[in-house]
């Protein structure tokens, strides 16, 4: 068994910083990615950040605020938010993908955390 669980949410006003935690545990092979995704009220799922061993991507609209980091002996990764806006308010999913030690397909999800960003 792989779970995947995430910390660090919580309510922060505009212009602050939040950072979020995930990790990975269970029979694990290896993980080869990790990403946070967010789903804010009425609206589809959307990547934010991704990290693999060949670098990291970002949303447009996080470029520059928030950074993705990886501690792979952990399988944990972290997403430091700063500047925080309004629009950043959502929830936030950790997304794990790599193999379990039977070489099981691992794709799992947190149960999200909420982020709430106020005037």
């Known amino acids: 068994q792989v779970h995947v669980v995430e910390s660090g949410g919580g309510l922060v006003q505009a212009g602050g910083s939040l950072t979020l935690s995930c990790a990975a545990s269970g029979t694990i092979f290896s993980i080869s990615a990790m990403g946070w995704y967010r789903q804010a009220p009425g609206k589809q799922r959307e990547l934010v950040a991704a990290i693999t061993a060949g670098g990291s991507t970002y949303a447009d609209s996080v470029k520059g605020r928030f950074s993705i980091s990886r501690d792979n002996a952990e399988n944990t990764v972290y997403l430091q938010m700063n500047s925080l806006k309004p629009e950043d308010t959502a929830v936030y999913y950790c997304?794990?993908?790599?193999?379990?030690?039977?070489?099981?397909?691992?794709?799992?999800w947190g149960q999200g955390t909420q982020v709430t960003v106020s005037l």
């Open positions: 997304n794990a993908g790599g193999y379990s030690k039977d070489l099981q397909i691992i794709d799992l």
